[in-house]
């Protein structure tokens, strides 16, 4: 069985990577949120998509009773209740490096000790006094075998948790379905290329929603629209997130806008001929970008982790020509936390929907920058590209994961 946290698209679309991989198979999905969603959308890489909250021991026992094989993207949850049920669990995480904590490797050590070895009331009171980043830690250290995809930070995390005697924990390049990448570039342009390509994602995680802590979709939506009437360049713009689910259309003059969700092959094939391409510093979005050859311009932060994100960026031209609230005055500086800063930036976000100057001070910056990257002439964007490929890449996926024997693993038994 398999899962994935349920913050963004990110996690899953690494689940859907990782079944390419590990090739034919039974493998079925339980989970909630943009997980189940993309999941259901993408039903061909799994046997069953069923939805189950993997933090209910109730919900994922009778899967867990006839799996394998666990395989977990970022949930920890479901590490927890494997590692109980005596199931050996492949893990792989996209963020090792961003992911705080006050414990050192020994105390998290001491935790997975007790996580796997005592009784389930003290297991489960020695995992529930972790914070969710420390649990996501103490994940790769049950794990029988950890992948972590590599960024600035991760391999001294890496070297960090190997002190403590994990050293089942790899470096990996790209977490992304190789072969739907190179279908991309294979296939014809689209029909209906995008001029422009904005990719917002799954958006929703521990906060963030599509109903109520969604004002930064309420910005960028009304930035979209205020460019496509003064731009008269763009025939053709396509704006892609979860929050889309639902097509509209919308003509401004003679540019036609269109709200979706795109499949992630059509999406990845209509990043592949999109002359410009936007999309906040998400870390699959930014590995996708670079296997397709396409400079990315970063927008606004959506969430703490994407501040994170673009700061680790410094220094180089993606990150020269990145749109960022943080520009618009020392008011955006938020909590350095996960949850704290993630809430601040959408009620920061909030106010700056509801104040027009305040509006018209981002559209003149985001039209500032955007103007900037469309400036770059091809060789500069691809040098741009170039100078991300260091800072991403890591041994392939496919070959660490054909060094795995799945089959030793599930016959192992309790362990």
């Known amino acids: 069985m398999s899962s994935a946290q349920p913050c963004g698209y990110g996690p899953v679309s690494k689940l859907v990577a990782v079944a390419a991989a590990l090739g034919p198979g039974r493998l079925d999905f339980v989970g909630t949120g943009v997980s189940l969603d993309f999941a259901r959308r993408h039903q061909g890489h799994f046997n069953q998509v ?22 977990s993207v970022m949930d920890a949850e479901l590490v927890f209740w494997a590692v109980r049920a005596g199931r050996p669990v492949l893990f792989f995480d996209s963020l090792l490096g961003f992911w705080a904590t ?17 009784d389930p009331a003290a297991a489960r009171s020695a995992f529930d006094g972790l914070s969710p980043h420390e649990r996501i830690l103490v994940a790769h250290l049950l794990a029988d075998r950890s992948f972590a995809q590599n960024f600035p930070g991760v391999p001294a995390r890496i070297a960090e948790l190997a002190e403590v005697g994990a050293d089942h ?17 294979a ?13 917002l994602g799954g958006f929703k995680n521990f906060y963030l929603d599509y109903d109520s802590h969604n004002a930064y979709l309420d910005v960028l939506r009304r930035w979209v629209l205020d460019l496509a009437g003064s731009t008269g360049d763009l025939e053709h713009v396509i704006v892609c997130c979860g929050g889309f689910s639902r097509p509209e259309t919308v003509r401004v003059g ?21 002359p410009l391409y936007a999309v906040p510093p998400s870390l699959t979005s ?23 994100n673009r700061r680790m960026l410094a220094g180089t031209a993606v990150a020269r020509h990145a749109a960022s609230m943080r520009r618009l005055g020392p008011q955006f500086q938020v909590p350095e936390d996960d949850f704290d800063g ?3 930036l959408d009620r920061l976000t909030r106010l700056l929907a509801g104040d027009e100057k305040a509006y ?5 910056h985001l039209d500032d920058s955007l103007a900037a990257y469309r400036a770059l002439d091809p060789e500069r964007r691809a040098a741009a590209v170039d100078e991300l490929v260091p800072l991403l890449d890591g041994p392939p996926l496919t070959e660490l994961l054909a060094d795995v024997d799945t089959v030793a693993l599930a016959s192992a038994g309790d362990r």
């Open 50 to 71: 069923r939805p189950g909250d993997t933090a209910d021991e109730r919900s994922v026992a009778p899967h867990l009773a006839t799996t394998d094989l666990v395989i």
């Open 102 to 118: 006050s414990r050192t490797p020994a105390q998290l050590a001491e935790v997975a000790e007790v996580v796997r070895d005592r």
């Open 169 to 185: 924990i790899q470096l990996t390049g790209p977490i992304i379905d190789n072969a739907a990448v190179r279908s991309a570039l």
């Open 187 to 199: 296939a014809a342009p689209p029909e209906d290329p995008a001029d422009l390509l904005v990719n």
């Open 254 to 274: 003679r540019t036609r806008v269109d709200f979706t969700c795109l499949p992630h092959q059509e999406f990845l094939r209509q990043m592949a001929f999109a």
């Open 286 to 308: 930014l590995h996708e970008a670079v296997l397709v050859r396409r400079m990315p311009w970063l927008l606004p932060e959506q969430h703490y982790g994407h501040i994170v």
């Open 342 to 344: 993630t809430r601040e």
């Open 360 to 364: 018209q001070g981002l559209r003149s």
